[in-house]
């Protein structure tokens, strides 16, 4: 493809007239849009597994903590990433894109981020019957139109496609719902599917807990290495609904404070973070997993020797007292993480020197952290140190070259709680 002449004399700015200063706006944008096709194939390509590698749980969270940008933008982005660049599967093979000409159409620069976004959304609403060739023509379609259409003209387009490939619409839900029930399902490797209805009370009264857990917090610059689909937000704030009740002194779980949790594992893989652990001799969970279990969950640990012999059945010793909780609370306010500012009801205490390397269950070898933080602080190239009695975090190099440690400021600006 041959690269479009300048239409802008080289001169200053101030010297342009208004028609060579909006050809010069035309020409920038283009080059705009150019370069975020380029930063998108590099998200594309850490999508392939690259985010984990790193220690982040997902793209979107390694994406976020490295752009230092807001939760929308970095959803819409690894989003378009993924639509419009090819991935690969097992072995190398290369598995295309869902949107390949709107990529390429983006990659001239001749369609901007909207049009990619409006373009993929109505891909995505085409029925699976539609045939493959059909799908293609649809996308050249409102690709040529999105090259010299605005917003308005695109949306209409999309819509007369969608009409003709499916004119029917969404099949109407006539079969009444149950007023309140749950159903759960637990598959082989432990993780649980719910699915379930709830009267219209019951649902304010669980929305009313769940969705300020669930809410993006706009104002807290931590908002960024926990960015996460609505779903992934959902399923964390029932998990802090989980935690929060069964701290209380009257819920019904086998000890009334944290949970009870058996974790039979050899003491090698639980020092080297190899293997597998048992988790209530039912599910398998990684040796690293039972590490991160290990700081503050009130499991029972079952070690055993090389030939799987127990060495040990351990009692929740390492516990971390009310009494230290309370300490911790009052020095850390909070996650210590840099720029976290979660709440100390919503943190766990995490061992600097980890409990089987000997380290001690005190103040000065413990500090708070919320639960995504505990997690990447366990599988990532962050470090943590004890400085002056005070946690000090060291980021990895991609995040800094020069890993100059930082500490969380925020919340020496808030007054002391518990």
């Given amino acids: 493809m041959s690269e479009t002449p300048s239409l802008v004399p080289q001169r200053e700015l101030w010297q342009l007239t208004a028609r060579e200063k909006a050809a010069a706006l035309r020409e920038e944008l283009m080059s705009l849009w150019q370069q ?7 998200i594309a390509d850490l999508d392939n597994g690259g985010s984990r590698e790193l220690g982040y749980p997902s793209t979107t969270a390694l994406v976020a903590e490295i752009a230092r940008t807001s939760s929308a933008a970095v959803r819409k982005m690894v989003a378009r990433a993924i639509a419009l660049n090819p991935s690969h599967g097992v072995g190398g093979v290369e598995i295309p894109a869902a949107a390949p000409l709107t990529g390429q159409a983006a990659a001239e620069g001749a369609i901007s981020p909207q049009h990619t976004d409006a373009i993929v959304a109505a891909l ?3 029925p699976a019957t539609v045939s493959v060739e059909e ?3 649809t996308e050249k379609t409102l690709v040529d139109l999105a090259r010299n259409a605005g917003m308005p003209e695109l949306a209409q387009g999309c819509q007369r496609l969608r009409d003709i490939l499916d004119p029917d619409g969404a099949e109407p839900r006539d ?20 699915d379930g209805y709830l009267d219209p009370v019951s649902g304010a009264k669980t929305l009313a807990l769940l969705e300020p857990l669930a809410a993006a917090r706009k104002d807290d610059p931590s908002d960024n290495p926990l960015v996460r689909g609505q779903a ?3 399923g964390d704030a029932f998990m802090e609904m989980v935690t929060l009740a069964a701290s209380h002194p009257d819920s019904p779980n086998r000890s009334g404070t944290r949970a009870d949790l058996i974790v039979t594992i050899t003491l090698n893989d639980l020092k080297k973070e190899l293997g597998k652990a048992c ?3 039912v599910t398998d969970i990684t040796a690293s997993e039972a590490r991160i279990l290990a700081c503050d969950c009130k499991i029972i640990p079952a070690i055993l020797d090389g030939a799987g012999q127990p060495l040990e059945m351990g009692r929740a010793k390492r516990l971390v007292t009310e009494a230290i909780r309370y300490m911790l609370a009052i020095r850390d306010r909070g996650c210590a993480f840099p720029g976290c500012t979660r709440k100390p009801r919503h943190c766990e205490a995490h061992h600097v020197l980890p409990w089987h390397a000997g380290g001690k269950t005190d103040l000065g070898n413990l500090v708070l952290l919320c639960g995504y933080h505990h997690r990447l602080l366990h ?11 005070l946690p000090e975090f060291t980021p990895p190099a991609f995040l800094d070259p020069w890993r100059k440690p930082r500490t969380n400021t925020i919340h020496t600006a808030q007054p002391r709680a518990a």
């Fill in 124 to 126: 995505r609403s085409i």
């Fill in 135 to 137: 799908r293609e023509r």
């Fill in 36 to 42: 975020e096709s380029r930063v998108y194939r590099i």
């Fill in 232 to 234: 992934e937000r959902n």
């Fill in 279 to 281: 988790l209530d001799m």
């Fill in 175 to 194: 079969t009444p719902e149950p007023a309140r029930s749950m159903r759960w399902h637990t598959r082989k490797d432990g993780s649980v599917k719910f």
């Fill in 379 to 389: 599988n990532s190239d962050w470090t943590l140190r004890m400085v002056n009695g």
